[in-house]
């Protein structure tokens, strides 16, 4: 019979971990302690926050980049901490050191990405690749810094008052996680709102440096030799100098940024609780364009755009016409072209596009001012769950103007249940037409479109038209070269009830870039390059 042993006590400490000498009673030193572990948790969860919102908007795809952030993070905070174990014998520098560090590159780490991404986001080759390279960097540094906190905290406070390791854990990682919420909650609620991602990252990087330098030169400055006192102080005091500076020319940098991605001719540039819209041109005799999350929506090939989307779906009954999406005004311009119209129900989630659309000079120009058409009627919402209480059988017109397929916010749009409920909303007859997204550059993206239809019960007539412009891409991925290539849209009629055909009405007025002939052709040349076999794209399973 094997004797059970019991555990060999802990040994001694080691001799760098005495007592601290402290300027105050111990509970209040672990009180200071546990408050800057909360302070530095928020402001570490802020500064992944912000890499992933950043990154999806100069990048795209917030599903790709989250998951890169997330899983390079928590890697590096790994490393990080086996790391922190050399540093333990002077812990308090090295804490005070980390933050500061952290505090700089946190930062401005959102400044350094939109920099990369304005300036060198045009030159091709191994430039356009420039920011993704950029966010692995900074999500390595800052989840490094971030792993190695934990471990000098956890020394720090145990030379407080030592107390057994799990209950000291159990004190660390409430703080911390408490912290993280509070970060979590304080960046889309108020940093992002009310101050914008480069400020808010800037003064996320002040608190940070304030929480650790105060910690460390005030709480355990006895520790600290006076060399390194002084080296801790300097540096602080030249992060938070170079964070306030800034901070006070991050108007004129964004200005600049701005200007270097979308030129000089920017008119309007406002950030709305969805996204950045900005509209350039549109005076003077410039071509005006509007960019949505600096993707290219309303450009020079607008109108063979829009008259391709509507034209075809109005070949029958369309007396009340549903547009999900299509804040801009431009589809409904070419519904009301039609006569016999009696009602258009715009279903926009940003209510901003459509102030837009309603007050800007140029751009309701440009949509003829269909927002003062007492037919016209406007609901802010999502058209998801605005669908799932749409009254049925009511529209005999369904137009799908929604961004591209392969945007993640947008996947749930693009879905069967989307379809069927859009199927539920048609009246007997009525017809559906959707924006597919490019065609020639992601044909994989559009067939799935159509299976998914099909799975929704449909009948689908797809169809392409090319266009002339180039430029700032529309798809889920802004810094892919493609963009640069000539464009070109997908789009899929379906009925409910048998296939339907792809014709214009003879008696209504024609379109002034779509033929009879060219969208046949269209036509034929879309289903010459079908891929058979695709699953439907749903909720919990997206295709895109």
């Given at each position: 019979?094997?004797?059970?042993?019991?555990?060999?006590?802990?040994?001694?400490?080691?001799?760098?971990?005495?007592?601290?000498?402290l300027?105050?009673?111990?509970?209040?030193?672990?009180?200071?302690?546990?408050?800057?572990?909360?302070?530095?948790?928020?402001?570490?969860?802020?500064?992944?926050?912000?890499?992933?919102?950043?990154?999806?908007?100069?990048?795209?795809?917030?599903?790709?980049?989250?998951?890169?952030?997330?899983?390079?993070?928590v890697?590096?905070?790994?490393?990080?901490?086996?790391?922190?174990?050399?540093?333990?014998?002077?812990?308090?520098?090295?804490?005070?050191?980390?933050?500061?560090?952290?505090?700089?590159v946190?930062g401005?780490?959102?400044?350094?990405?939109?920099?990369?991404?304005?300036?060198?986001?045009?030159w091709?080759?191994?430039?356009a690749?420039?920011?993704?390279?950029?966010?692995?960097?900074?999500?390595?540094?800052?989840?490094?810094?971030?792993?190695?906190?934990?471990?000098?905290?956890m020394e720090?406070?145990?030379?407080?008052?030592?107390?057994?390791?799990?209950?000291?854990?159990?004190?660390l990682?409430?703080?911390?996680?408490?912290?993280?919420?509070?970060?979590?909650?304080?960046?889309?609620?108020?940093?992002?709102?009310?101050?914008?991602?480069?400020?808010?990252?800037?003064i996320?990087g002040?608190?940070?440096?304030?929480?650790?330098?105060?910690?460390?030169?005030?709480?355990?400055?006895?520790?600290?030799?006076?060399?390194?006192?002084?080296?801790?102080?300097?540096?602080?005091?030249?992060v938070?100098?170079?964070?306030?500076?800034?901070?006070?020319l991050?108007d004129?940098?964004?200005q600049?940024?701005?200007?270097?991605?979308?030129?000089?001719?920017?008119?309007?540039?406002?950030?709305?609780?969805?996204?950045?819209?900005?509209?350039?041109?549109?005076?003077?005799?410039?071509?005006?364009?509007?960019?949505?999350?600096?993707?290219?929506?309303?450009?020079?090939?607008?109108?063979?755009?829009?008259?391709?989307?509507?034209?075809?779906a109005?070949?029958?009954?369309?007396?009340?016409?549903?547009?999900?999406?299509?804040?801009?005004?431009?589809?409904?311009?070419?519904?009301?072209?039609?006569?016999?119209?009696?009602?258009?129900?715009?279903?926009?989630?940003?209510?901003g596009?459509?102030?837009?659309?309603?007050?800007?000079?140029?751009?309701?120009?440009?949509?003829?001012?269909?927002?003062?058409?007492?037919?016209?009627?406007?609901?802010?919402?999502?058209?998801?769950?605005?669908?799932?209480t749409?009254?049925?059988?009511?529209?005999?017109?369904?137009?799908?103007?929604?961004?591209?397929?392969?945007?993640?916010?947008?996947?749930?749009l693009?879905?069967?249940?989307?379809?069927?409920?859009?199927?539920?909303?048609?009246?007997?007859?009525?017809?559906?037409?959707?924006?597919?997204?490019?065609f020639?550059?992601?044909?994989r993206?559009?067939?799935?479109?159509?299976?998914?239809?099909?799975?929704?019960?449909l009948?689908?007539?797809?169809?392409?038209?090319?266009?002339?412009?180039?430029?700032?891409?529309?798809g889920?991925?802004?810094?892919?070269?493609?963009?640069?290539?000539?464009?070109?849209?997908?789009?899929v009629?379906?009925?409910?009830?048998?296939?339907?055909?792809?014709?214009?009405?003879p008696?209504?007025?024609?379109?002034?870039?779509?033929?009879?002939?060219?969208?046949?052709?269209?036509?034929?040349?879309?289903?010459?390059?079908?891929?058979?076999?695709?699953?439907?794209?749903?909720l919990?399973h997206?295709?895109?």
């Amino acid at each position: 019979m094997i004797e059970p042993h019991a555990p060999a006590p802990p040994g001694p400490p080691p001799p760098w971990a005495g007592p601290a000498r402290l300027p105050v009673q111990p509970s209040t030193g672990r009180f200071l302690v546990l408050a800057c572990v909360f302070v530095c948790a928020a402001c570490g969860l802020v500064y992944e926050l912000e890499l992933v919102a950043l990154a999806s908007y100069l990048i795209g795809d917030s599903v790709t980049q989250a998951s890169v952030v997330l899983s390079v993070m928590v890697f590096a905070m790994g490393i990080g901490s086996l790391a922190a174990k050399r540093l333990r014998w002077r812990a308090a520098a090295a804490f005070g050191a980390i933050e500061a560090t952290l505090a700089l590159v946190g930062g401005c780490s959102a400044m350094a990405l939109y920099a990369v991404f304005a300036w060198t986001g045009d030159w091709g080759g191994l430039w356009a690749s420039g920011p993704r390279w950029l966010l692995v960097a900074f999500s390595l540094t800052i989840g490094l810094l971030i792993g190695a906190e934990v471990p000098l905290l956890m020394e720090l406070i145990q030379r407080i008052r030592r107390q057994d390791a799990g209950g000291a854990v159990a004190d660390l990682f409430a703080a911390d996680y408490v912290g993280a919420l509070v970060g979590g909650l304080a960046f889309p609620f108020l940093l992002l709102p009310l101050l914008g991602q480069l400020t808010g990252a800037l003064i996320t990087g002040a608190v940070n440096a304030v929480a650790g330098g105060t910690l460390v030169l005030g709480l355990f400055r006895r520790d600290l030799t006076r060399r390194t006192r002084w080296l801790l102080l300097i540096a602080n005091l030249t992060v938070l100098g170079l964070l306030a500076a800034a901070a006070v020319l991050v108007d004129d940098f964004e200005q600049a940024a701005r200007h270097a991605v979308y030129g000089h001719d920017v008119r309007v540039a406002l950030q709305t609780g969805t996204q950045e819209i900005v509209l350039t041109g549109g005076t003077d005799g410039r071509p005006l364009a509007l960019f949505l999350d600096g993707r290219l929506r309303v450009g020079g090939d607008e109108l063979r755009y829009h008259e391709a989307l509507v034209h075809p779906a109005m070949n029958g009954p369309h007396a009340r016409v549903l547009i999900l999406g299509g804040g801009d005004g431009l589809a409904a311009r070419e519904v009301l072209r039609h006569t016999g119209v009696r009602r258009v129900d715009v279903v926009e989630l940003d209510a901003g596009v459509v102030r837009l659309a309603r007050r800007d000079p140029a751009l309701s120009k440009l949509n003829r001012h269909v927002y003062d058409d007492p037919r016209v009627r406007v609901t802010t919402a999502d058209a998801f769950r605005w669908l799932r209480t749409a009254p049925t059988s009511t529209y005999d017109v369904v137009i799908s103007d929604l961004p591209d397929p392969g945007i993640t916010a947008s996947t749930k749009l693009y879905s069967q249940e989307f379809y069927g409920l859009a199927r539920r909303a048609l009246a007997p007859g009525g017809r559906l037409v959707v924006h597919a997204g490019p065609f020639a550059t992601r044909p994989r993206v559009f067939w799935t479109v159509v299976a998914t239809l099909r799975a929704a019960g449909l009948h689908t007539a797809p169809y392409r038209v090319g266009g002339r412009d180039s430029g700032f891409a529309a798809g889920p991925d802004r810094t892919a070269d493609g963009s640069r290539a000539a464009r070109d849209w997908g789009f899929v009629l379906a009925c409910a009830d048998a296939r339907p055909r792809l014709r214009l009405d003879p008696h209504e007025p024609h379109p002034r870039t779509l033929t009879q002939r060219a969208l046949t052709a269209d036509g034929r040349a879309a289903a010459a390059t079908r891929i058979t076999g695709l699953p439907a794209s749903t909720l919990v399973h997206p295709r895109y």
